[in-house]
């Protein structure tokens, strides 16, 4: 079939059109009228089109919590504002509606307590992403280096003994801000998190339903997954509290 100039053109600015219309940008303005006009499940729908190509961010997931909050989801609305939670982990918004859907989960697991070295630490460490980390450690590097190089070249006794110190000094707080980098990237290799989807999910002591049930969970419940066997699933829950369950009755974070 021979097309004319006129439907080329037109078919060509249609096509320019649907790819346009399926942007993230234009996705995630149309799910943001949906859900203020209250269609939360066609909100989702568009935000999911916009995961599918492999697109995250803290906005996406919080928006996403937010549908299923009002859909009064208690599994899905925890598990997409804990997946916003570790993108922006000091997003005072976040944090704010992770506590509104805990009230949801049936279960209150109270935290071990910790230290008041341990609390000071993590309060610390809290108050950067471990990228930010990065740049600090890197400027704190140069900034030792300069110093290291002020001191080989003064002649001046007294500026020589204040460089030397402060260059220690930048030494130090490069290997402490060194080690902070390290601690948080092996636990985000190493930890792993997950939400229960079950409505309820029996914990037994050993990979077994024969063996002992010590204590039932309920959907909504974040827990670290800490080992596996063919079927089964160890988790620990914040109170130390541990137990087997059955698999893919949790998904990860």
């Given at each position: 079939?021979?097309?004319?100039?006129?439907n080329?053109?037109?078919?060509?600015?249609?096509?320019?059109?649907?790819?346009?219309?399926?942007?993230?940008?234009?996705?995630?303005?149309?799910?943001?009228?949906?859900?203020?006009?209250?269609?939360?499940?066609?909100?989702?729908?568009?935000?999911?089109?916009?995961?599918?190509?492999?697109?995250?961010?803290?906005?996406i997931?919080f928006?996403?919590?937010?549908?299923?909050?009002?859909?009064?989801?208690?599994?899905?609305?925890?598990?997409?504002?804990?997946?916003?939670?570790?993108l922006?982990?000091?997003?005072?918004?976040?944090?704010e509606?992770?506590?509104?859907?805990?009230?949801?989960?049936?279960?209150?697991?109270?935290e071990?307590?910790?230290?008041?070295?341990?609390?000071?630490?993590?309060?610390?460490?809290?108050l950067?992403?471990?990228?930010?980390?990065s740049?600090?450690?890197?400027?704190?590097?140069?900034?030792?280096?300069?110093?290291?190089?002020?001191?080989?070249?003064?002649?001046?006794?007294?500026?020589?003994?204040?460089?030397?110190?402060?260059?220690?000094?930048?030494?130090?707080?490069?290997?402490?801000?060194?080690?902070?980098?390290?601690?948080?990237?092996?636990?985000s290799?190493?930890?792993?998190?997950?939400?229960?989807?079950?409505?309820?999910?029996?914990?037994?002591s050993?990979?077994?339903?024969r063996?002992?049930?010590?204590?039932?969970?309920?959907?909504?419940?974040?827990?670290?997954?800490?080992?596996?066997?063919?079927?089964?699933?160890?988790?620990?829950?914040?109170?130390?509290?541990?137990?087997?369950?059955?698999?893919?009755?949790?998904?990860?974070?």
């Amino acid at each position: 079939m021979k097309l004319n100039i006129n439907n080329a053109f037109l078919i060509v600015l249609f096509l320019c059109k649907i790819g346009f219309a399926q942007t993230p940008d234009f996705l995630f303005q149309k799910g943001n009228e949906l859900y203020n006009n209250g269609k939360f499940d066609l909100a989702i729908k568009e935000y999911n089109k916009i995961l599918e190509n492999n697109l995250h961010s803290p906005e996406i997931y919080f928006n996403m919590g937010n549908c299923f909050y009002k859909l009064n989801d208690v599994a899905n609305s925890n598990f997409y504002y804990e997946k916003a939670l570790l993108l922006s982990p000091n997003d005072k918004y976040i944090l704010e509606n992770v506590s509104f859907a805990k009230n949801m989960i049936l279960d209150n697991i109270e935290e071990l307590p910790k230290t008041q070295i341990q609390t000071n630490i993590d309060s610390i460490v809290s108050l950067f992403p471990i990228k930010v980390w990065s740049y600090i450690l890197v400027g704190l590097i140069s900034i030792f280096f300069i110093l290291t190089l002020f001191y080989l070249f003064s002649y001046n006794s007294t500026y020589k003994r204040i460089y030397f110190s402060l260059s220690i000094f930048f030494l130090m707080i490069s290997l402490l801000t060194s080690n902070i980098i390290w601690e948080e990237s092996k636990k985000s290799i190493e930890i792993k998190n997950g939400i229960i989807f079950a409505k309820e999910l029996y914990v037994f002591s050993e990979p077994n339903i024969r063996k002992e049930e010590i204590f039932i969970l309920h959907e909504g419940t974040k827990v670290r997954l800490i080992d596996k066997l063919k079927g089964w699933q160890k988790i620990r829950l914040i109170n130390g509290s541990e137990g087997w369950v059955v698999e893919n009755q949790i998904k990860p974070l």
